[in-house]
């Protein structure tokens, strides 16, 4: 049985307390739905009532009652109400509660009876007109329904807006339901449905208008919606320029209306409203290492900064501020970045940076100004190319014994991301690889500096609850010697590698025991993201890493760290904690890593 009672405050207020009884279904699963539906039960403690209220309720709930068990396909169901023990129609009853003596509530009780479950007997569509007959045909069968599945209210319900659905897709945006036939055969327990439906006339787009108080130029959102004229009606390709506007990085919204008719070409009009984000924003990050103390960033950025959806960032980092115990090992980064969209075709965008290095290493000290000119075009949904130009110049060395150089590099890049999430990924995969030719401007001499990573993401509960997450580098330096800047070649170790280790500290060493770098990179990373509650998480995870002399990559060092970590989901990512250990570290290894940050290790 099910029992709802009001607090006994309600006796104090004016009104009669009682206490709703919802007698067992005998349906599994129908139960509840009866109390959340019955207003006895919902409105005993919100608006108390006297005598005549109560019957009034108490006339009301079975038709209330109704809709539940009719959207379960119980349609021959009835439902009897009891007050005080007898039929909410006894004459006089409201009477003899209002005289009822002060004390316990009025107990009403609910019977349901279902009574026998109805199934589909017969499903069918047509069209309004002879002209519309082929777009009817061409749907084929209402998807989700059978023929002897209960004729429950909701699959008949989602199976029409799959119609329209389906109407539309196929180009026609004026696709309706004209009618809904449901009859329901008592003898026969069976119910039949039968759509009218009017398609409309299959439609292109005309070019569609801009509105919004928005300060981008218009000529750059109309280039780019402009490429929406003439193509033919799909939700897909409307839906797919609205997300290219809202790639300009300008826009806090981009809303797509269509209109309710065509206009006098036959086409259908669409005006996309722009409301524009903040022209400057501020912020900063935090990092930890055990190895080397605390890191930040600080950064300020305009957008929409000359008009056309530029967005300028101006961005200084600091890192290793725990090395040597003062200033002189910290890494600084000062840059400058600009990104310019809608070039070209209106998908190109120019990333152009130029940045100020100042690098304090195990490895190598670095001093350097870098900059490039990047062209980056998506294709399709998922990938991202890029190419341009880089120059860099500067010194670099160890010991005070430095080295001036000036490489010209030409970058080939591809990205992919297949995920459902940018910093907490659950499905899907990641593939990125960057291929960099240089020349050695002052002596002369190049080679070729390639990078491929590939993550992927399973969801073993479809919750997140339990996600693997698979990580993989390769990386080789092609028709490179010794004469390689030090910081072109590949080293293994750290926060974004393999933790546990120092930075850097995978690889050959020198005759000092300090990182020299190699011409090949191999790295793996395992982990398991297990939610524990609400928004607290654990990893526990396994890194490998090696790197080689050679340009094709060697396993014979493999280094791995393996460890736990804790996650907190928040609003803009997960924070992480990560402590990690070395499993066969290197002679001056530390024991131990303990990293801090936002966002998955990968």
């Not at 190895?291 to 305009?302: A, I, L, Q, T």
């Not at 393999?498 to 005759?511: A, L, T």
Request: no cysteine; charged share 25%.
């Amino acid at each position: 049985m099910l029992l709802f009672t009001g607090p006994a405050a309600a006796q104090d207020q004016a009104g009669i307390p009682y206490a709703t009884t919802i007698a067992p279904s005998g349906v599994e699963g129908l139960d509840g739905a009866l109390a959340d539906a019955s207003r006895l039960r919902r409105l005993a403690e919100e608006a108390p009532v006297d005598g005549f209220g109560l019957v009034a309720r108490a006339l009301a709930e079975p038709r209330l009652l109704d809709d539940v068990f009719r959207s379960e396909g119980y349609w021959a169901a009835e439902a009897t109400v009891l007050v005080d023990g007898q039929p909410a129609t006894t004459p006089g009853l409201a009477e003899r509660l209002a005289a009822r003596p002060a004390g316990d509530p009025v107990p009403v009780e609910v019977r349901p009876a279902p009574g026998p479950r109805y199934t589909l007997r017969r499903i069918a569509l047509r069209p309004a007109t002879a002209a519309e007959a082929p777009a009817v045909a061409a749907l084929g069968e209402p998807q989700g329904l059978s023929a002897g599945d209960p004729a429950r209210s909701a699959p008949v319900l989602d199976a029409e807006s799959d119609l329209i659905d389906r109407l539309r897709r196929a180009g026609h945006p004026l696709a309706a339901v004209v009618e809904r036939d449901v009859v329901v055969d008592h003898e026969a327990q069976a119910m039949d449905v039968t759509w009218t439906l009017a398609p409309g006339p299959a439609a292109r787009f005309a070019p569609p208008l801009i509105a919004g108080d928005s300060a981008v130029s218009r000529a750059l959102t109309g280039r780019i919606a402009g490429r929406l004229a003439g193509q033919p009606y799909a939700p897909a390709t409307q839906e797919r320029t609205r997300r290219e506007l809202m790639a300009l990085g300008a826009f806090d919204s981009v809303r797509v209306r269509a209109a309710q008719r065509l206009d006098e070409t036959g086409a259908l009009p669409v005006t996309f409203t722009l409301n524009d984000r903040p022209r400057n924003a501020a912020g900063f990050n935090l990092s930890y290492e055990t190895n080397y103390g605390p890191s930040g960033s600080v950064y300020y950025e305009r957008r929409n900064a000359f008009g056309n959806a530029e967005r300028l960032r101006l961005e200084a980092t600091v890192s290793r501020l725990g090395a040597g115990g003062g200033t002189e090992d910290v890494n600084s980064r000062i840059a400058a970045n600009l990104r310019r969209p809608g070039l070209m075709d209106g998908r190109t965008t120019l990333v152009a940076e130029v940045a100020a290095v100042r690098e304090r290493l195990e490895a190598y000290d670095r001093d350097a100004l870098v900059a490039s000119a990047l062209l980056e075009r998506p294709f399709g949904e998922r990938w991202v190319l890029q190419t341009g130009p880089s120059l860099e110049t500067g010194r670099i060395g160890r010991d005070g014994n430095w080295q001036e150089f000036q490489l010209a590099g030409w970058v080939l890049g591809a990205r992919y991301d297949g995920t459902d999430n940018l910093l907490d990924p659950r499905q899907g995969f990641r593939a990125s690889a960057t291929m960099t030719p240089y020349a050695d401007v002052a002596e002369g001499g190049g080679f070729i500096r390639a990078l491929g990573t590939l993550r992927t993401y399973y969801d073993f509960t479809r919750d997140g609850g339990s996600v693997v997450a698979l990580r993989g580098t390769l990386g080789s330096l092609v028709g490179a010697d010794r004469a390689v800047p030090l910081d072109k070649r590949f080293h293994a170790g750290g926060g974004g590698s393999v933790r546990g280790y120092s930075y850097q500290s995978i690889g050959p060493r020198d005759s000092r025991n300090r990182p020299d770098g190699g011409s090949s990179l191999v790295e793996g990373s395992v982990e398991l993201r297990q939610r524990l509650r609400g928004n607290l998480g654990m990893v526990a995870f396994l890194d490998a890493g090696s790197v080689g002399q050679r340009e094709t990559p060697s396993f014979s060092e493999v280094r791995l760290g393996a460890g736990l970590g804790v996650r907190y989901a928040t609003a803009i990512g997960p924070v992480r904690l990560d402590v990690a250990v070395p499993l066969n570290k290197q002679e001056g290894d530390a024991g131990y890593g303990i990293y801090v940050g936002l966002g998955q290790a990968f």
